[in-house]
C-alpha cells in the first residue's frame, strides 16, 4: 500500500451562502485547495454529499463538479455514508492513491442546505424509515434519547452537556470561517429553546451551506514539495444498525469504537498519543460518547471530563478546536473533509488564535445517522 | 496493485417488486451473491445506488444494507453516480482490495423505483438542474435531441433505432430474471406511443425494481477455490458535461470513449478482443452511440452495424445478451452490477439459453445522464 499526504486545503466560510448554488460553493473551496497545493493536474476526485437531491434537486455530482471545475473528463463520483460522506470521500481516496490507480486525487464535501427544502425530512432519510421515521422520529428525538440514557446510566448532567456547546462556541469564536463566531454561557444553553427534551437549541448544530476540500497525493509527490507534509497515518471506517432500538446499549457508538480501532491499529499510536481531535458534534450528547469512544476518557466520564476543561484548546486532548459542526457549522457532507481541513492546519501550524501547541498528530471523526456509520483519521506532520 | 477477480453473483428478478422493500431485494441478492463465492467473510461493501432519497425516502443505505445482511460492523457506503452508480460501486471494489486494504468485498447496486415517487423528477436530478431541467427537459427528451442529431449527421433510420429494442427483447426472451421476456418487432416499435420525437414507448428502459451483487476477491484468494476463475482486467470512469449544450457534438458521448480507452488500455486489449459486451441501453439511440465509443464499429455505422446483425447473440458482436437495460429493466442503481453478473455468467458457460459461444473477454458499460458519467469493466476467463 502506497504511503499518502494532504497536500492542500479549503474550505467557504460555513453559514447562510444564499447569494451562491452548490457549484459555486464546491468550486469555491476546490481552486483554493488547488491554489494550496500547487499541483497542475488531478487524477481522480471524490465528492461527499448527503442528499441535493432532496435539499436543491441535484444528484449525479461528480461529474456536474468536475465539469465545473474544469476537470473533466477525469474520474470523479459521489460518496454517500449520510452525515459522514464528506470522510467517507477522504477515505476514497485515501485508497484510492494506495492502490497505485492515481498519483493525485481532489476530496470535496459539500452540502446546500438552506435554499428551502424541508430540512427535518432530508435528514431523517439518514434513520430507519421503516422502524424509525415513519412512527415520528426526528434526529433531535434521537439524540435526546442517547443523552437521557447517559444521564440515566452515568450520572452525566445538564450542564455537563452545555459545557460541550460553551466549549465549542468558545473555538468557533476564534475561526473566521465557523458560522457562528459567539461565545455562549452555560446558562444560555440550558435556557435556550427545548428542541427534544434534554437538548435545546443551543446543544444542536446548525443547518448550514459549505464545502470543504483537500487534495490528497502519493508520498513521493508530496515530498517534492517546499512545505510541511502532513502524512495520512491511519484510516477506519464502521458501521452500526441505523435504528436505535436495535443496538445493545444506545450510549455506545460501536460504528465510532471499531472504526477508531482500525486506525489506531494502521497508525501504530494511542489515543494519548493524540495532539487533537476533530470529531462529530452533531449535538452536544454526541461529543461526550464519541471522546469516550475513541479513548480520550473511560467510557462515561465524558461529561466531567469536559466540564474540568479537559478538551479545551489548552486542555489534556484539545476537542474541536475549530468549533466543530456546533459553532463552525454543520454542512453535512462537507463536515468531514472540513475536519481534515482544520487538522491539516493545525499540524501546519497554520491554525491562528485557535492553534494548539506542539501538534504532531491529529485525529479525525466523522459519523453519520444516530451513529450507523463512521470515519476516523490519524494525520502526522 | 493487486489483482482482482469476481468469485461470485447474484440479483434477483427485475421488475415491479411490489411485495419487497429496497433493503429485501438487496439482502435477496448479497445473499446469493455470498452462497455462489461460498466465502465466510467480507471485509467491506459499496453499494450503489442513484436516488434512493427521492425515490423511498431512504439515504445512508451503506450502513443499512450492511446491517440488515448481518455483516455490520464492517466499512459499508453508497456510491451515486446517477444510473452509473453500480458500475462505481463495483470500481470502488477493485480499487480497495487493488490497495491491499480488503480481501473479500461485496458491490452491489439497488434501487425501488416503482413505490410511487415522481419517478421523472427523480431521473432528471441526473441532468443540470440550472441549465436543462428547470427549463422543462426531461431524460426522454435529452436522448431524442441525441437520435434526432445522429439521424441528421449520420443517416441513421427509425428502423435502425428499432433493430436496438428487437434485438434486446429477443435477448431479455431467453433471460429468466428480465422484466420483459416477450419478444417484439420494428413495428411495434414505431407504432408504439411517442414519448419524446422520434423516441417510443419501446425505445425506451422500463421503470424497475431489483438489486445485483458480485463478490470480488484479492487473486490469490480466487485461484484457491475451485470454479472458472473471472478476472477484471481492466478498469476506467470518466466524466463529461452533464449539460449537452456544453458539449461540442451531441452524438459524441466523451466519457464513454475515455473510460473504455482506460479500461482498454490496462487490459491490454482491443475492441476486436471483446467476446461479448453488456452495454448502456437505456434509450435505443444509446446503444448505437455505445458501440461506436467502444470501437466495435467506425463512428456514425452503429445503426446499420446493429440493422445489419452484428450486435446479435450469433453476430461478430454479441451487445446485451442479457437483453439490456430495455428488457431486462432498469433499476438505476443496480444496473451497472447486473452488467457484471451477465458478463461473468457468458464467461463461465452459465448463460444457458443465451449462451454465446467461446465467450473469452467481456466488458461492461455503465452510464450515468445523458453521458456526464461512464465506467467501463474488461473481464477475463
Redesign the interface.
Known amino acids: 500500500?502506497r504511503e499518502v499526504a494532504v497536500i492542500g486545503c479549503g474550505m467557504t466560510k460555513f453559514g447562510e451562502l444564499w447569494d451562491k448554488?452548490l457549484?459555486d460553493i464546491f468550486v469555491e473551496a476546490a481552486l483554493q485547495a488547488i491554489d494550496d497545493a500547487q499541483v497542475d493536474k488531478i487524477d481522480?476526485m471524490y465528492v461527499g454529499a448527503?442528499?441535493p437531491?432532496?435539499f436543491?434537486?441535484?444528484?449525479?455530482i461528480?461529474?456536474?463538479m468536475?465539469?465545473y471545475l474544469g476537470v473533466?473528463?477525469?474520474?470523479?463520483?459521489?460518496?454517500?455514508?449520510?452525515c459522514c460522506s464528506g470522510g467517507?470521500a477522504v477515505?476514497?481516496g485515501f485508497?484510492?492513491i494506495?492502490?497505485?490507480?492515481s498519483d493525485v486525487v481532489l476530496c470535496g464535501g459539500v452540502e446546500k442546505m438552506t435554499d428551502g427544502a424541508d430540512v427535518t425530512?432530508?435528514l431523517a432519510?439518514?434513520?430507519?424509515?421503516?422502524y424509525e421515521?415513519y412512527h415520528g422520529v426526528t434526529f433531535p428525538g434521537l439524540y435526546a434519547m442517547i443523552a437521557n440514557a447517559h444521564m440515566h446510566r452515568y450520572g452525566t448532567t445538564r450542564e455537563q452537556l452545555a459545557a460541550v456547546s460553551v466549549k465549542n462556541h468558545h473555538n468557533g469564536s476564534l475561526n473566521p470561517k465557523a458560522q457562528f463566531q459567539s461565545e455562549i454561557t452555560i446558562e444560555n444553553v440550558i435556557k435556550a429553546a427545548l428542541v427534544a427534551d434534554p437538548l435545546t437549541v443551543l446543544d444542536s448544530s446548525p443547518v448550514s451551506d459549505g464545502a470543504a476540500c483537500v487534495i490528497l497525493a502519493s508520498m513521493d509527490i508530496a515530498k517534492r514539495l517546499q512545505k510541511p507534509c502532513v502524512k495520512i497515518i491511519g484510516t477506519?471506517?464502521?458501521?452500526?444498525?441505523?435504528a436505535l432500538d436495535?443496538r445493545e446499549d444506545i450510549t455506545t457508538l460501536?460504528?465510532v469504537k471499531?472504526?477508531a480501532e482500525s486506525a489506531y491499529g494502521m497508525a501504530r499510536v494511542k489515543p494519548t498519543d493524540v495532539s487533537l481531535a476533530e470529531v462529530h458534534d452533531c449535538f452536544s450528547i454526541a461529543e461526550i460518547c464519541i471522546i469516550e469512544e475513541l479513548g480520550f476518557v473511560e467510557k462515561g466520564k465524558g461529561g466531567p471530563f469536559t466540564e474540568q476543561g479537559h478538551t479545551a484548546l489548552s486542555g489534556k486532548i484539545p476537542v474541536n478546536p475549530s468549533g466543530g459542526l456546533k459553532s463552525k457549522g454543520h454542512p453535512v457532507g462537507a463536515t468531514g473533509v472540513a475536519q481534515v481541513v482544520e487538522v491539516v492546519d493545525q499540524l501546519r501550524g497554520d491554525a491562528g488564535k485557535r492553534q494548539v501547541k506542539s501538534a504532531k498528530i491529529g485525529l479525525a471523526q466523522n459519523m453519520?445517522?444516530s451513529g450507523?456509520?463512521s470515519?476516523v483519521h490519524i494525520f502526522s506532520i
Open positions: 500500500m448554488s457549484r481522480s448527503m442528499t437531491g432532496l436543491v434537486g441535484q444528484e449525479h461528480g461529474a456536474l468536475a465539469d473533466a473528463p477525469i474520474p470523479a463520483l459521489r460518496v454517500e455514508s449520510a467517507m477515505r476514497m485508497l484510492d494506495a492502490s497505485g490507480n425530512y432530508a432519510t439518514a434513520a430507519d424509515q421503516e421515521v477506519g471506517a464502521a458501521t452500526d444498525s441505523l436495535k460501536r460504528a471499531v472504526a453519520g445517522g450507523a456509520s470515519v
